[in-house]
């Protein structure tokens, strides 16, 4: 358990300088290399939503899940897992939109 909560701290301790490094770099960037910082953030936000979040169809064939079903929509559309996704995602969002880069999920 120690070294549970050890661990915890610790990472604990990298997203907080994460978020103080971002904070004090974004503020030295021009009106427009931020509008591109968004652009990008966005984009490759996005792709890891996807990618992360949203497994392949045949990735739930390959655990067994039956091939009439079609998860892979069901995943996607799920209220729950969206508002899971939503809670999950929630903190980066939140450092990025006090820094004026705003991302939309």
């Known amino acids: 358990q120690q070294i549970t909560t050890r661990h915890v701290l610790d990472e604990a301790r990298h997203i907080a300088h994460a978020q103080a490094m971002l904070t004090d770099k974004i503020a030295t960037i021009s009106a427009w290399q931020r509008k591109c910082l968004q652009i990008l953030a966005q984009r490759i936000f996005t792709q890891f939503v996807d990618v992360f979040y949203y497994p392949p169809p045949n990735l739930y064939q390959l655990a067994g899940?039956?091939?009439?079903?079609?998860?892979?929509?069901?995943?996607?559309?799920?209220?729950?897992?969206?508002?899971?996704?939503?809670?999950?995602?929630?903190?980066?969002?939140?450092?990025?939109?006090?820094?004026?880069?705003?991302?939309?999920?």
């Open 65 to 105: 899940l039956s091939h009439q079903t079609n998860w892979s929509h069901l995943a996607r559309t799920n209220i729950h897992r969206k508002n899971f996704i939503r809670q999950c995602v929630s903190t980066p969002i939140k450092t990025l939109d006090q820094n004026g880069v705003y991302l939309h999920f």
